[in-house]
């Protein structure tokens, strides 16, 4: 007789992990067909948007980055305080 039941040495975990994946690829798959399609067919629209998307980007990269606050680089080194 088959034994359908799950072993006690598996768990269902990985295969929540490898749908996870799936899905990330088939998204990057997705945008990256969405790229080729908006160079080869709009090419210059996308030259347009250039501008903007570069004013976006470093928006973004200064919410998540960021340059480390105002007068932070005194307080590491020692700031008002001397110490």
């Not at 990269?61 to 340059?67: D, I, K, Q």
């Amino acid at each position: 007789m088959i034994d359908h039941e799950p072993h006690a040495g598996h768990d269902s975990l990985g295969e929540g992990h490898g749908a996870r994946r799936r899905g990330w690829v088939v998204l990057g798959l997705a945008a990256l067909a969405l790229l080729i399609y908006l160079v080869t067919n709009h090419w210059l629209h996308v030259l347009d948007a250039l501008p903007y998307v570069a004013v976006i980007a470093m928006i973004a990269m200064h919410l998540g980055h960021g340059h480390g606050g105002h007068g932070r680089h005194d307080k590491r080194a020692g700031g008002e305080d001397g110490g």
